[in-house]
Protein backbone atom coordinates (compact mmCIF):
# COMPACT_ATOMS: atom_id res chain seq x y z
CA UNK A 1 0.00 0.00 0.00
CA UNK A 2 3.26 3.03 0.75
CA UNK A 3 4.35 1.48 -2.47
CA UNK A 4 1.44 1.88 -4.31
CA UNK A 5 0.88 5.74 -2.36
CA UNK A 6 4.62 6.45 -3.12
CA UNK A 7 3.94 6.11 -6.85
CA UNK A 8 0.65 7.72 -6.54
CA UNK A 9 -1.67 4.66 -7.70
CA UNK A 10 -3.69 5.80 -4.77
CA UNK A 11 -4.47 9.08 -4.50
CA UNK A 12 -7.72 10.65 -3.25
CA UNK A 13 -6.88 13.98 -5.03
CA UNK A 14 -5.81 12.49 -8.21
CA UNK A 15 -9.22 10.61 -7.99
CA UNK A 16 -11.76 13.12 -6.36
CA UNK A 17 -10.45 15.38 -9.41
CA UNK A 18 -10.88 12.82 -12.14
CA UNK A 19 -14.55 12.08 -10.23
CA UNK A 20 -15.59 15.93 -10.38
CA UNK A 21 -14.94 16.30 -13.90
CA UNK A 22 -16.89 13.13 -14.64
CA UNK A 23 -19.73 13.60 -12.54
CA UNK A 24 -19.88 17.46 -14.20
CA UNK A 25 -19.97 16.36 -17.87
CA UNK A 26 -22.76 14.50 -17.03
CA UNK A 27 -24.45 17.05 -15.58
CA UNK A 28 -24.17 16.28 -11.31
CA UNK A 29 -24.88 19.43 -9.24
CA UNK A 30 -21.80 20.08 -7.24
CA UNK A 31 -23.77 19.47 -4.15
CA UNK A 32 -24.49 15.97 -5.38
CA UNK A 33 -21.14 15.34 -6.64
CA UNK A 34 -19.64 16.39 -3.50
CA UNK A 35 -21.86 13.66 -1.18
CA UNK A 36 -20.82 10.87 -3.40
CA UNK A 37 -17.26 11.33 -2.89
CA UNK A 38 -17.95 11.62 0.68
CA UNK A 39 -19.93 8.20 0.15
CA UNK A 40 -16.56 6.96 -0.45
CA UNK A 41 -14.15 8.28 1.90
CA UNK A 42 -12.79 10.71 0.00
CA UNK A 43 -11.92 14.06 2.81
CA UNK A 44 -14.42 16.61 2.66
CA UNK A 45 -11.48 18.84 2.55
CA UNK A 46 -10.12 17.33 -0.75
CA UNK A 47 -13.62 17.19 -2.05
CA UNK A 48 -14.42 20.73 -1.94
CA UNK A 49 -10.93 21.63 -3.23
CA UNK A 50 -11.70 19.32 -6.13
CA UNK A 51 -15.20 21.02 -6.67
CA UNK A 52 -13.44 24.50 -6.75
CA UNK A 53 -10.66 23.68 -9.06
CA UNK A 54 -12.66 22.26 -11.62
CA UNK A 55 -16.26 23.95 -11.45
CA UNK A 56 -16.00 26.90 -13.57
CA UNK A 57 -18.00 29.96 -13.26
CA UNK A 58 -21.72 30.23 -14.32
CA UNK A 59 -21.25 26.07 -15.59
CA UNK A 60 -24.12 25.09 -13.26
CA UNK A 61 -26.78 27.30 -14.65
CA UNK A 62 -26.61 26.48 -18.38
CA UNK A 63 -26.41 22.78 -16.86
CA UNK A 64 -29.50 23.29 -15.15
CA UNK A 65 -31.15 24.59 -18.09
CA UNK A 66 -30.11 22.08 -20.38
CA UNK A 67 -31.07 19.12 -17.99
CA UNK A 68 -34.73 21.43 -17.63
CA UNK A 69 -34.92 21.42 -21.71
CA UNK A 70 -34.28 17.43 -21.95
CA UNK A 71 -36.50 16.50 -19.36
CA UNK A 72 -38.85 18.82 -20.20
CA UNK A 73 -38.75 17.50 -23.82
CA UNK A 74 -38.83 13.95 -22.20
CA UNK A 75 -42.09 14.58 -20.12
CA UNK A 76 -43.94 16.42 -23.16
CA UNK A 77 -43.36 12.99 -25.54
CA UNK A 78 -45.37 11.67 -22.50
CA UNK A 79 -48.02 13.68 -21.58
CA UNK A 80 -48.23 16.53 -23.95
CA UNK A 81 -47.16 19.90 -24.09
CA UNK A 82 -50.31 21.06 -21.99
CA UNK A 83 -49.27 18.45 -19.10
CA UNK A 84 -45.93 20.43 -18.11
CA UNK A 85 -48.09 23.52 -18.02
CA UNK A 86 -49.89 22.59 -15.29
CA UNK A 87 -48.56 22.73 -11.64
CA UNK A 88 -47.81 19.06 -11.34
CA UNK A 89 -46.19 19.01 -14.99
CA UNK A 90 -44.13 21.98 -13.15
CA UNK A 91 -43.55 20.15 -9.89
CA UNK A 92 -42.21 16.70 -11.77
CA UNK A 93 -40.07 18.89 -13.26
CA UNK A 94 -38.91 20.75 -10.64
CA UNK A 95 -38.26 17.60 -8.49
CA UNK A 96 -36.09 15.91 -11.22
CA UNK A 97 -33.74 18.73 -10.91
CA UNK A 98 -33.54 19.02 -7.35
CA UNK A 99 -33.43 15.27 -6.78
CA UNK A 100 -29.96 15.54 -9.16
CA UNK A 101 -28.70 17.78 -6.20
CA UNK A 102 -29.19 21.48 -7.45
CA UNK A 103 -29.93 24.04 -4.77
CA UNK A 104 -33.50 25.12 -5.17
CA UNK A 105 -33.76 28.77 -5.68
CA UNK A 106 -31.71 27.84 -9.01
CA UNK A 107 -34.32 25.31 -10.50
CA UNK A 108 -36.95 27.73 -9.77
CA UNK A 109 -35.19 30.39 -11.46
CA UNK A 110 -34.76 28.18 -14.08
CA UNK A 111 -38.39 27.21 -14.35
CA UNK A 112 -39.34 30.45 -14.11
CA UNK A 113 -37.02 31.78 -17.41
CA UNK A 114 -38.83 28.64 -18.91
CA UNK A 115 -41.95 29.50 -18.52
CA UNK A 116 -41.53 33.49 -19.41
CA UNK A 117 -39.40 32.20 -22.63
Not at 8 to 20: L, S, T, Y
Not at 62 to 84: D, I, K, M
Amino acid sequence: MTRLRDERWIDDVRFAGGFVRTRLKKKVAPQRILRELQAVSVDEEIARQALEHNLEEGTERAAVQELCERRARLLTRRHGEAWLETEEGRTKLALFLLKQGYESSLVWDVLKERRKG
